[in-house]
């Protein structure tokens, strides 16, 4: 045997070797956490019963519907757009694990994009999950997932993604970004048929409510607001004045009518529902993070974005105190709770009524954990 | 064009396993390697 075939054969059993690791821990991350039905869950539908196209694909996803005893309105909460968002997510989990409608449907979705949980972006650094631990000392963990479809599943991405009902073009790699692609269209991209079938869902289910949770890096300019469709307004500048009396700071966006394919936009364009996009501030996100690992991601405090804040570099009050996981998803959650409580003022017909959210302040005092159900 | 894409990477997985084996030194050997293993996730659809 030649010297140089002895080197490639070791170099080859060594690359092998390298497949094998990497691909068991791309090949976990596909594996989906449980979430624990809470009370208040009468039924777990799939997406594709409201669009069958997308039956047996990567972006089929859970959706819980929550029925009240009393007749009433009805309001969609979609979390897991951005799956490297992990506010959104959370919320959604603690909705389903907590929460119960008294009056009218609730329906929560807490992995919008599914195929987006089943792998991470490269060149990040992020860490693959984090974990809480319980009152009973047992684990949850969840994973740290990606902003897009995994390319596995919809590849190869185009040059310039144009958005399909408008024209507007974006960067190709917007290609896979759901909240690039409402209202979705049935013989576009895996991304649009999802996205194609919430809009489907919101128009059979007649949702007078759609929120669409998500989290922003501190330099980016729309940051612990909610972004709101015009008909939303109304609605929306309730829920930033309720929010205001319990001391949480909240800005109000309107939706550009430019800038297409988003929830905000194209859900309130599309259908009849109140659409409404809210943010948080997620440091492990951003440009200016220091060290990506599980301890940013829950805590959200960094160093470097103190001291961008002291150069006056953020939209976002960043100090010591970080921004914690459970403020991050009190927020989300204390809004959901409120804009119950206005569409129930603004249309009694259509009451939303609530029990169960965890509150800001509990949240808090108690942490995340406590508020998660043992998974078996 | 999924199907397109991933004959390109089939191929071009191909020439650099021959590269691998062909090359007398074993640096460029390990650089062919470390460019084979990201394409061969992709063409088993891994990654």
């Known amino acids: 045997m030649q010297k140089n075939h002895i080197s490639a054969a070791i170099i080859s059993i060594l690359t092998l070797a390298a497949c094998a690791v990497a691909g068991a821990s791309f090949l976990e991350h596909r594996k989906v956490e449980p979430i624990v039905r809470g009370p208040g869950v009468t039924e777990v539908v799939k997406l594709s019963a409201w669009y069958a196209g997308l039956a047996g694909t990567p972006a089929d996803t859970d959706v819980y519907v929550f029925r009240g005893q009393n007749p009433g309105g009805s309001m969609l909460v979609i979390g897991g757009t951005h799956p490297n968002e992990p506010s959104s997510f959370l919320s959604a989990v603690l909705l389903i694990e907590n929460a119960s409608a008294e009056s009218g449907t609730l329906y929560v979705i807490p992995r919008a994009n599914a195929s987006g949980f089943t792998h991470n972006d490269p060149q990040e650094g992020a860490p693959l999950a984090y974990s809480f631990t319980l009152p009973d000392g047992s684990k949850r963990t969840f994973r740290y997932g990606s902003r897009a479809t995994n390319p596995v599943h919809q590849w190869p991405d185009t040059d310039v993604y144009v958005h399909a009902a408008s024209g507007q073009t974006l960067s190709g790699n917007e290609t896979r970004n759901l909240n690039r692609g409402y209202p979705g269209r049935t013989d576009g991209t895996l991304t649009e048929k999802a996205c194609y079938g919430i809009t489907e869902m919101i128009r059979a289910e007649k949702i007078d409510l759609s929120i669409d949770l998500h989290e922003a890096s501190p330099e980016y300019p729309v940051i612990n607001a909610i972004v709101a469709h015009e008909r939303a307004m109304p609605i929306a500048s309730q829920v930033v004045l309720g929010l205001e009396f319990s001391d949480i700071t909240i800005g109000l966006e309107p939706s550009p009518k430019n800038l297409r394919g988003l929830t905000h936009r194209e859900l309130g364009d599309a259908t009849d529902t109140l659409a409404v996009l809210m943010e948080t501030a997620n440091p492990s996100q951003g440009r200016l993070r220091s060290r990506t690992d599980e301890a940013l991601v829950l805590t959200g405090k960094d160093p470097y974005y103190v001291k961008a804040q002291k150069l006056g570099r953020l939209y976002v009050p960043f100090d010591e105190k970080g921004h914690p996981i459970e403020e991050r998803v009190g927020r989300h959650l204390t809004a959901i709770g409120e804009f119950a409580f206005a569409m129930s003022g603004e249309y009694p017909d259509r009451p939303i009524e609530l029990s169960g959210v965890p509150g800001y302040d509990d949240l808090g005092a108690k942490g995340l954990g406590a508020f998660l159900r043992t998974a078996d | ?47």
């Open chain 2, 1 to 47: 064009m999924k199907i397109l894409y991933l004959g390109i990477a089939a191929a071009i997985l191909a020439l650099t396993a021959w590269n691998l084996w062909t090359e007398k030194d074993w640096r460029k050997q390990a650089t062919a390697a470390m460019v084979a293993i990201p394409l061969l996730l992709r063409v088993l659809l891994i990654k």
